[in-house]
């Protein structure tokens, strides 16, 4: 294997491998949703690096840049979810009618 395809993919591999430990030591949906889309353009970065010379070795740049778009995915819309009195309060004032909020 060429020496630079190994240090490009020593000078990602690190970061990534920063992330899935925070994500995995994240507490809250919001903070999941934002290091999986911090992944993910780390992941597009790294395919953007690799492209030119689309080797055999591209397949993992692209599995992860697909896995953080997921996780982003997931992690988002079950933060947003989980906002159930903000979205009320929203849809309350868009109706024109102030709906109380039950606990």
Known sequence: ???DVVAMYQMFLVPVSLLFTALGAARTEPLKAMLSALGFAIGLVW???VAPPWTPYTFLPVVFAVASLISTLI?????VAQQKPVKQWLLGHLNGVERPTTP
């Open 75 to 79: 992690h988002g819309i079950t933060s």
């Open 1 to 3: 294997m060429n020496k």
């Open 47 to 49: 395919i953007c690096t």
